[in-house]
């Protein structure tokens, strides 16, 4: 029901709720996961009002893109989170980034390097600064 969503939640029961329910639990609030604490949801919820919180606070992120975009797009999750991610940090190093994007920050993938590459080929090179080794968010 929740596949694919990446969802943080410090109660220990929720935590295993949302694991049984398929989405993957973070250990720790980050930028990419859904801070289900955040949502209000009180016991006795069914899976339907939890699914739909959840599907509610992404469809925030989409908003939240749209205001840094400057317009509605379609985008890659990968690309997608990065963007949330760096415009929510400030401010993110390279291991931070890949990190909060669920890799490893010695990870020799070049996912989040191929996903930036293609960011500021769709959106002009000073989209995504980096300087120092610290990605941000620059302008279109």
Known sequence: MLNGIKIYSADGVWRQILADMGATVCDT????CVN??????????TPIAVKTAVQNAIDGNIQLLR????RDVKLPYIQAQIIISLYKSGGM????LRTALGYSPNATTHSV?????????TFGREF???TNGIYKIGRI
């Open 67 to 70: 205001d840094i975009i400057g």
């Open 113 to 121: 390097d191929t996903a930036i590459y293609q960011l500021r080929k």
């Open 128 to 130: 995504i600064t980096n």
């Open 93 to 96: 190093s390279a291991a931070e």
């Open 36 to 45: 289900f604490d955040m949502l209000g949801i009180t016991m006795p919820a």
């Open 29 to 32: 609030p980050e930028p990419t």
